[in-house]
């Protein structure tokens, strides 16, 4: 069964405004993921963050990572029309397996 | 190459057809994974591939579902006699390494059964 739940499933805002979305998951992890998709098209990498790292930056992007309330967020700073895709966390545990959330779909308006 | 690579991109298939669908791994990555996507909703692990070996298979239906990695040839995966709720987009990933490394996608073959 599908490991992560992301919410909000749908988060509409303005250009400038930064954009927040969680992930909850079930099981220990190795390390928890975040990805984009555009439009149905291949999922492009976005963060890594390792189970014993709680928080990491990457541009205007940061993650948190939470193991004891097995809990992610994804911070998008000064959010750009182009920031508008479906953002996806996956789990990777001792399987190597990635599990992925239910994903949030981030429109941002101009 | 530099990229994962999956043909073809579009696969329509009457139902109970065979689908078979091809997936070039960047070069040098020894992971290889299979998903589903229905709707543009979650992704459903299917397979993975240590090299050519098997690595989880927890995810396939086997009745009608095989995949194979073999040396020196694109990665396959099979569905036979096709069905309605086959119809997805199928993603391909490689990774260098299992752990703690990142996963990249191939853009998908989208199949249609009619």
């Known amino acids: 069964s599908q490991q992560g739940e992301e919410d909000p499933q749908a988060l509409s805002i303005q250009e400038g405004e930064n954009a927040t979305m969680n992930c909850s998951y079930k099981?220990?992890?190795?390390?928890l993921q975040w990805y984009r998709q555009n439009s149905g098209r291949g999922l492009v990498h976005l963060i890594l963050?390792?189970?014993?790292?709680r928080e990491k930056h990457s541009g205007r992007l940061r993650v948190t990572l939470d193991t004891s309330k097995k809990s992610s967020s994804l911070l998008i700073t000064a959010s750009r029309a182009a920031d508008t895709a479906s953002y996806f966390c996956?789990?990777?545990?001792?399987?190597?397996?990635?599990?992925f959330g239910t994903g949030t779909r981030l429109k941002v308006l101009a | 190459g530099e990229e994962v690579a999956q043909t073809p991109k579009h696969l329509v298939r009457g139902e109970g057809q065979k689908a078979k669908l091809y997936c070039a791994p960047i070069?040098?990555?020894?992971?290889v994974f299979w998903y589903q996507q229905v709707l543009k909703n979650e992704f459903k692990f299917l397979i993975s591939?240590?090299?050519?070996?098997?690595?989880?298979e927890t995810g396939m239906p086997k009745e009608r579902f095989s995949a194979k990695c073999l040396p020196n040839s694109p990665c396959s995966l099979e569905i036979q006699a096709t069905k309605l709720e086959d119809s997805a987009v199928y993603f391909c990933?490689?990774?260098?390494?299992?752990?703690?490394?990142?996963?990249?996608f191939g853009q998908g073959t989208r199949l249609t059964v009619v």
């Open positions: 990933a490689s990774s260098q390494a299992a752990a703690n490394t990142e996963a990249f």
């Open positions: 099981t220990s992890i190795n390390n």
């Open positions: 963050i390792r189970s014993n790292e």
């Open positions: 996956a789990t990777v545990s001792g399987t190597y397996k990635y599990i």
């Open positions: 070069k040098g990555h020894s992971y």
């Open positions: 591939f240590q090299n050519e070996n098997v690595f989880d």
